[in-house]
């Protein structure tokens, strides 16, 4: 990934709750481009392999999301999830996550993830396609900084976790203020 590069231009179909419509399943689509999602803002972006993964499940989102106020204090307007998961499976694993901060943004087909250069084959592990783990902060919709996890590449025997955790962006982050502020 790219430090300066302007994020893809995409649109994410996401299903959103919608109180009109009756029945078990109250959502209607909603398409979201990348300006929506990220002109004006300046966010967290990360991205895992998949939604109800190990790693993903037990510590990267919930910990995005458990560390949410202390990222809007060093300056960040959001946070978003991106996984190479349809709507449905995205927003079931936020209902079961019982997130209420992170925002989670479907990547069904991985045309998000692929114009960002971290598309990889999974397939030894049966995913198909899926991304590469990173995070990156955005601001007004260009990249300003990325954590990347170390050894890219199709089918990866490890699940490298560490560079993309939400702990090391955050103190990336809070160093960099402290040097500005001094």
Not at 9 to 29: A, H, K, L, M
Not at 157 to 166: F, H, I, L, N, T
């Amino acid at each position: 990934m790219t430090v300066k590069k302007k994020v893809p231009f995409v649109t994410f179909r996401t299903r959103v709750r919608d109180e009109s419509i009756e029945g078990p399943n109250p959502y209607r689509w909603e398409d979201k481009t990348s300006d929506d999602c990220f002109s004006g803002k300046r966010i967290i972006l990360f991205s895992l392999p998949g939604a109800f993964t190990p790693t993903c499940s037990t510590l990267q989102l919930p910990d995005f999301e458990m560390l949410y106020d202390e990222f809007e204090k060093v300056g960040i307007d959001a946070i978003y999830c991106v996984s190479v998961n349809d709507a449905f499976v995205m927003n079931a694993w936020g209902k079961a996550l019982g997130l209420q901060k992170v925002q989670l943004i479907p990547d069904g087909s991985g045309e998000f993830t692929r114009k960002m250069g971290m598309l990889v084959a999974k397939d030894n592990l049966g995913f198909g396609m899926r991304s590469w783990r990173y995070a990156a902060v955005i601001n007004n919709g260009v990249v300003e900084q990325c954590f990347e996890e170390n050894g890219f590449c199709d089918n990866c025997e490890a699940d490298p976790y560490g560079v993309s955790s939400p702990q090391n962006v955050l103190e990336t982050l809070r160093a960099a203020k402290a040097v500005t502020a001094a």
